[in-house]
């Protein structure tokens, strides 16, 4: 019930095309997180949000916290090689401080 | 900046055998984390601490210990490794519980 289901698990994606991934739950989130993780690396994070409702950018990224609580979307405009990597959302559930991580969505980008 | 710093980076274990992962921050972060990342998944909370001397459990703690001394350190002990707990094991801290926490570069475990 607190897991969470991100989709699509892999894109490849011509530069220059937008993306869009998202990650869904049974279970009410507080916050979500969206990181980014390249080969032999630590995630970083892209975004963070804490509100229903919220959209936010961050350059070419926008992501949006979904109004029932329970899902939340990025989205990656004019795509470019060095976006490539696995995208991860992430978040505590509600009345629960263990956060949760997606298997991820990994993202390929062709020149 | 160092940030999260994780020691060692790659570490072969025997089965039974013992270890400690060690991770410093130097950001003055209250919450430090301890994942671990299985090939092609996300990453699962094993431990947490939200201050000096006080840690909690999270997803999947069995088969390790923490401890929190100082702010800036929070070592993972791993008691009697298990084939299991071959993995990519990341330390994270943040100033706030669960907000932009910033990730060490991971320590590469497997124990054969």
């Known amino acids: 019930g607190q897991q969470l289901n991100q989709s699509p698990q892999s894109m490849f994606i011509q530069e220059g095309e937008d993306v869009s991934m998202n990650c869904t739950s049974s279970s009410i989130f507080n916050t979500w997180l969206w990181y980014k993780q390249e080969p032999g690396e630590g995630p970083v994070l892209l975004i963070a949000l804490y509100k229903a409702g919220e959209l936010t950018s961050n350059g070419r990224l926008t992501a949006q916290f979904g109004i029932t609580r329970k899902d939340s979307f990025l989205n990656i405009s004019a795509s470019i090689p060095s976006d490539v990597g696995i995208y991860f959302c992430a978040g505590p559930p509600f009345n629960n401080n263990d956060m949760r991580f997606g298997a991820g969505t990994r993202l390929t980008v062709k020149p | 900046n160092a940030g999260v710093t994780q020691t060692p980076k790659f570490r072969i274990l025997k089965i039974g055998q013992s270890m400690t992962l060690q991770c410093t921050q130097d950001?003055?972060?209250?919450?430090m984390y301890w994942y671990r990342q299985d090939p092609g998944m996300g990453l699962k909370l094993i431990y947490y601490s939200v201050g000096a001397g006080i840690t909690d459990k999270g997803e999947v703690p069995n088969g390790y210990n923490v401890s929190r001394s100082t702010t800036e350190d929070f070592p993972l002990r791993l008691e009697l490794a298990a084939p299991s707990q071959t993995s990519v094991y990341f330390c994270?801290?943040?100033?706030?519980?669960?907000?932009?926490?910033?990730f060490g570069q991971g320590t590469r475990l497997t124990v054969v």
């Open positions: 994270a801290s943040s100033g706030a519980l669960y907000t932009e926490a910033f």
């Open positions: 950001m003055n972060h209250n919450y």
